[in-house]
Nanobody
Framework: QVQLVESGGGLVQAGYSLRLSCAVSGRTVSRYTMGWFRQVPGKERELVAGMTWSGGSTLYADSVKGRFTISRDNAKNTVYLEMNSLKREDTAVYYC?????????????????WGQGTQVTVSS
């Protein structure tokens, strides 16, 4: 069925950039709304960025607006999260998620499919 696989995480210095990828497999990919979430110990999972597959609707956390960009490559069935000007506070496990139809929402419970997560560590 639908499978999401994240990649691209790693260690990066503050001020630099990193791009995460989410390979999506399954039927009717274009009908899904995609989201990137992150989670740190002791805190709830939070939405970082979300978009309908068409790109017609996007949603960003205030903390990443102007720094992060969500996009997709339809030919590759891959969703990206471009992270620029990284801060130490961006350190977290990042998850790719998807839900069928609808616009992006900040609630993790709204999403039906999840990747395994990828660690992003930003050094000061």
């Amino acid at each position: 069925q639908v499978q999401l696989v994240e990649s691209g995480g790693g260690l990066v210095q503050a001020g630099y950039s990193l791009r995460l990828s989410c390979a999506v497999s399954g039927r009717t990919v274009s009908r899904y709304t995609m989201g990137w979430f992150r989670q740190v110990p002791g805190k709830e999972r939070e939405l970082v960025a979300g978009m309908t597959w068409s790109g017609g609707s996007t949603l960003y956390a205030d903390s990443v607006k102007g720094r992060f960009t969500i996009s997709r490559d339809n030919a590759k069935n891959t969703v990206y999260l471009e992270m620029n000007s990284l801060k130490r506070e961006d350190t977290a496990v990042y998850y790719c998620a998807a839900k069928y139809w609808a616009i992006p929402t900040p609630r993790p419970g709204d999403y039906d499919y999840w990747g395994q997560g990828t660690q992003v560590t930003v050094s000061s």
